[in-house]
């Protein structure tokens, strides 16, 4: 090329960026007049999606009070029915539920009003207004008072029941719960807003019975209403409208009635029978919200003008510089972690690379249970525990070695200790510093696990750190040991599980994948009502895989979704190819997968599954795992969508771990399946008076009880005592194939 060719084409690039700079500042002169022009449009958008916030806000929270107590209620009047009105059976039981559902104190009154309470105290309470509503045969919720009883000078909100003889007609006393004012507290501290939002429970004459607690002025006992209106300011008082709005049982917005610092409000009525006389939920906002909100429009509308003022003065040099810097500050951003703000998977992918020594120890890190982490203390406090961990490891990583947050608890480590002695020490030290951090936070026990694998170069990070995690995995969920080096491991168990792994394809298109039907049997009749499908594996050479052999590892990698629902389709045609031959159609319980449940559309899946066959939702039931029920939130709502679909629900291993109590408190469960750790403990004093309360307190609730693993007759009748529904076991039946189980059905029809 030319030497002119050459400036030519040079020329031609820089008049091209001038002429891409000049449409640019066109493009932006024209946008920048069109958002003066569509301010008013703005702020009204604005202050319309902030008037939806506040409702939505107020609905969720009339929606956890409204839960709140009722579950309250519920547990006090099955306390009170469980008693039969005994006194001594009210008394020895209540302590046990104080710390368990957060309760200050519990007591009973007896007609003549003396009280005794878990905290010791005797006295009179004849005079109370809960106690004389409750002996009326009433559930009485009280306003926010201070406690009368110790010296603690708390406010405190008291439920009452009335507690009946046996023949529930004469009102023999009352049960009632004493909770501090953080009850209703906690279920407003729904923040928005960054904290300009306010909630409060009113009454209908305006006294507040509780907030948020992050109320500039006004507490608990105090009126939302200015009383003090003068007849001249009356025509522009906004607490007007709204009283009267409430004394109709209506929602609607307004302004702050005292009118010191203008908010928008939000009010909607609970419904609470038990409070004796209306309350609202109220929401407010501080007009300051959206004057911040506008502002920010406005700011960016200025800046946006400044911009286009210096872009077209600026040389096409400095346009060029800002566009290099930005690219340099996205590049900076992603390898950045959001949560601990040190270096992402990708930054430590860059870095190995970039190493010279790639000799060292590469180290997979997890904690155990994470998920209950977030789920009980939230995620917030979650985010904060991985930010402890990411400052444990980052103190502890040398100079020359590497340390990343991978994602959720998932951590990794490249250490270049030559000695495994010393890999172990380091180790220990920071497994004693990992679990110092509840002690700190406030938080259940933290249990970390390690996989270590040796490596010599760093070249490929994916596969190595696939064989660190691989060694993780062998003593995931064990308590016995932290760390384990992958030359540890089990390769032949290994080799087995790639063999499953690769054959699960074919297996689920040639059907190798059969369905057992373990019978169950009425407690009281004998007689077979349904029963559990289970999963086997039959090879094509005929070998039988037992679950626990697959099951595991099918849950780790993901295939478990799939076979989940190709054991629901074969019992769904199962069931219809009985139901065409005549059989007795009789339930069968199909197990749904922790895994299961976290993939979107779960219940529309199993909804046309069963539709696809025209079968009766009666006829399939879905069993769901203790263990599933500790993210209580989603499960919740699934379980809330699957009863709308028809499906019954059950409880699987109730009792084999610690989320029971409080998932028959949270969720509506229709039978619980009593584990066969609990069953086992038929013949121990207080292993039996713990199967006694259990049951009590789910039937209680109205679920229906059924009992895995019974194998012998002493259990059985232990069992029929406790009025247990259904029995699952060895002592009836073994798990059997379909074809024996056919008979079993055929058999129920004589």
Known sequence: MTLEGQRGGRMYKKNAKIRTVAVLCAILLILGIALFGCFGQIRGSLQQQLMSSIEGMAEQNVILVEKEV????????????????????????????????????????????????????????????????????????TDAFEDRIDTSHETINVFSVP?????????????????????????????????????YIIKIDGTIVA????????????????????????????????????????????LDPKRKEVSLYYYMPLKIEESGEPWYVVTAVEDSVLTSRMQVVMDAINSLMVIILVVISVSVGVYIYSWRQSKKELMSLAYQDPVTLGDNFAAFKKKAKSKKDGVGWLIAMDVTDFKLINSTCGVKKGDEVLRVIWEIFETETGENELAAHVNADRFI??????????????????????????????????????????????????????????????????????????????????????????????????????IWYQPKYSAHSRKLVGAEALVRWRRADGALIPPLKFIPLFERNGNIIRLDEYVFRAVCRQQKEWQKQGQKMLPVSVNISRVSLYYSSVVEKYESMIRSFDLDSKYIQLEITESATIDNNEIFNLLEQF???????????????????????????DTIKLDKSLVDYIGDDNGEKLLNSITKLAQSFGMEITAEGVETVEQLMFLCNLDCDDIQGYYFSRPLPVKEYEECLKEACM
């Open 413 to 514: 480590l490249f250490w270049m200790d030559e000695n495994q002695e010393n890999i172990k020490q380091r180790l220990e030290y920071v497994i004693r510093k990992i679990e110092e951090i509840p002690e700190r936070l406030e938080i259940p026990n933290l249990f970390p696990v390690f996989g270590i694998f040796h490596t010599i170069v760093l070249d490929e990070i994916d596969p190595l750190y696939g064989n660190a995690v691989q060694a993780k995995h062998q003593i995931k969920g064990r308590r016995d040991r932290h760390y384990i080096f992958y030359d540890e491991l089990n390769h032949e168990s290994i080799q087995e599980n790639r063999e499953l792994e690769e054959h699960f394809e074919t297996a689920l298109e040639n059907e190798e994948f059969e």
């Open 70 to 141: 009722s579950t309250r209620f519920r547990l006090l009047s099955g306390l009170a029915r469980e008693s039969g009105g005994d006194e001594k059976i009210i008394v020895n039981k209540l302590q046990g539920f104080v710390e368990t559902y957060q309760f200050k104190r519990i007591g009973y009154i007896a007609a003549d009003g003396t009280a005794e309470t878990t905290d010791g105290y005797r006295l009179n309470m004849s005079d109370r207004d809960f106690f004389q509503q409750s002996m009326r045969g009433k559930n009485f919720l």
């Open 211 to 254: 907030t948020s607690g992050n109320s500039k002025e006004w507490g608990i006992g105090r009126n939302i209403f200015n009383t003090d209106v003068s007849e001249d300011e009356r025509d522009d008082y906004a607490g007007d409208l709204m009283l009267s709005n409430m004394k109709e049982g209506k929602s609607g917005y307004g």
């Open 643 to 669: 009863h709308t679909a028809g499906f019954k629900i059950l409880l699987d291993d109730f009792g084999s771990g610690y989320s029971s109590l409080a998932a028959l408190n949270r969720m509506h469960f």
């Open 163 to 199: 507690v009946y003889e046996k023949e529930r007609k004469t009102v023999k006393g009352v049960l009632f719960a004493t909770c501090k004012d953080e009850m209703l507290e906690g279920c407003l501290k729904n923040e928005i807003f960054e904290g300009q939002a306010f909630n």
